[in-house]
């Protein structure tokens, strides 16, 4: 398990890939880079970077914003990042779920 997030846990029916981490302290686009360093058993640096998929700190600056607006509901901020199909959620959770086309 990644220090940096929760454990992932693992949806065969939807082969889906969900993931808890703490957003009081690690940012949304951390927490996504830590899930796939596990998922595909990879360093951050073989990753390519993040920002060709989804500008991180926009990514960060939406979930937080939202996070702690008063009376903000859950929001999800989906994209593509090569062959996956990843889903943020301001409460703290990630989805990450294979493609079928890499990207």
């Given at each position: 398990m990644s220090k940096r997030v929760g454990p992932i846990e693992f949806d065969v029916e939807t082969n889906t890939y969900r993931i808890r981490y703490d957003?009081?302290?690690?940012?949304?686009s951390v927490a996504v880079i830590?899930?796939?360093?596990?998922?595909?058993?990879?360093?951050?640096?073989?990753?390519?970077p993040l920002y060709g998929a989804?500008?991180?700190?926009g990514l960060d600056r939406l979930?937080?914003?939202?996070?702690?607006?008063?009376?903000?509901?859950?929001?999800?901020?989906?994209?593509?990042?090569q062959q996956w199909s990843i889903s943020v959620f301001s409460a703290g959770r990630i989805e990450i779920q294979a493609?079928?086309?890499?990207?």
């Open positions: 957003p009081q302290t690690i940012s949304p830590s899930a796939l360093e596990e998922i595909t058993a990879s360093d951050a640096t073989d990753l390519p989804i500008d991180p700190q979930v937080r914003t939202t996070r702690y607006d008063a009376g903000a509901r859950d929001i999800r901020i989906s994209f593509q990042y493609t079928d086309r890499p990207e």
